[in-house]
């Protein structure tokens, strides 16, 4: 039987992802994921340069009251309110879409500029909106995290490619949902294409530290794709994992089945 073996999230885009035990899924994906995103002095987000960054600052957010924790690996931690004011401004979001965000109040600009060396603030994304990269939800089998440490020789935590839904599967499985329904626990979502992988990977999802060069060992064995719907045309990746979209909402918890099923 194929379960949720780990859920991941992250309140700021391309911060330290987390591993709720419980989340909220729905028409958008993970209720309260990449909210926020980091952008610099030309209200312009973080470039390649600027990818992996963050990836070892953790963020902690309790939108009923709205406030936010900042812990960088350097040892800054600093809380406060989270509320967004001001008018809406626009943030190329990788050439895909336009994000309408606005200016949050707060202690941590400081410490996110010092972190990354450049001046970069917070901004949270208007509307209930959210900076997933393409689709909603991202799914990962555990079988296939197996495979690449073998084609790596050492141990990868899943947590590097940063899936919504980690699934307790054989080697690939994910890769033959394409274009099927999958339940997983109240949600029902669409499997569409693989998901092209980028230089994130390379970074411990713990301390931010590059010390692993997972593209090298994907090229070795994994197909290239691009994304879905003509987005970004020419570009294309070596993929692991898939995108899907939310068919039905619901909540996901750690252990609940996961079921391919035929069409209705």
């Known amino acids: 039987m194929q379960t949720v073996s780990q859920l991941g999230m992250t309140p700021v885009k391309s911060g330290q992802l987390l591993s709720p035990r419980e989340v909220r899924v729905d028409r958008r994906g993970i209720v309260g994921d990449r909210r926020f995103v980091i952008v610099d002095d030309g ?21 009923a009251h709205a406030t936010l924790r900042v812990r960088t690996p350097g040892g800054d931690d600093v809380s406060g309110d989270a509320t967004a004011h001001g008018d809406p401004f626009p943030v190329d979001h990788l050439g895909i879409r336009t994000l309408r965000c606005r200016e949050v109040g707060g202690p941590w600009d400081a410490a996110l500029s010092a972190h990354a060396g450049r001046p970069v603030r917070l901004v949270r ?22 495979r690449l440490e073998r084609e790596t020789g050492a141990a990868v935590d899943p947590r590097r490619f940063r899936a919504g839904v980690l699934v307790e599967a054989e080697e690939h499985a994910e890769d033959g949902w394409d274009g099927r329904l999958v339940q997983v626990g109240e949600v029902r979502l669409r499997v569409r294409s693989g998901v092209p992988r980028c230089v994130v990977t390379s970074f411990d999802p713990v301390t931010g530290v590059r010390d692993l060069n997972v593209l090298k060992s994907l090229a070795a064995y994994r197909p290239t794709a691009g994304l879905p719907d003509g987005l970004m045309p020419g570009f294309a990746a070596m993929t692991l994992s898939v995108y899907a979209q ?19």
């Open 246 to 264: 939310v068919e039905t909402a619901g909540r996901i918890r750690v252990g609940d089945e996961v079921t391919v099923l035929d069409e209705p």
């Open 43 to 63: 209200d312009a987000q973080l470039g390649r340069p600027g990818k992996g960054l963050f990836v070892g600052v953790r963020f902690d957010h309790d939108d």
């Open 125 to 146: 994304i208007d509307d209930g909106g959210n900076g997933v990269d393409v689709l909603p939800i991202t799914l990962l089998g555990t079988g296939s995290v197996r």
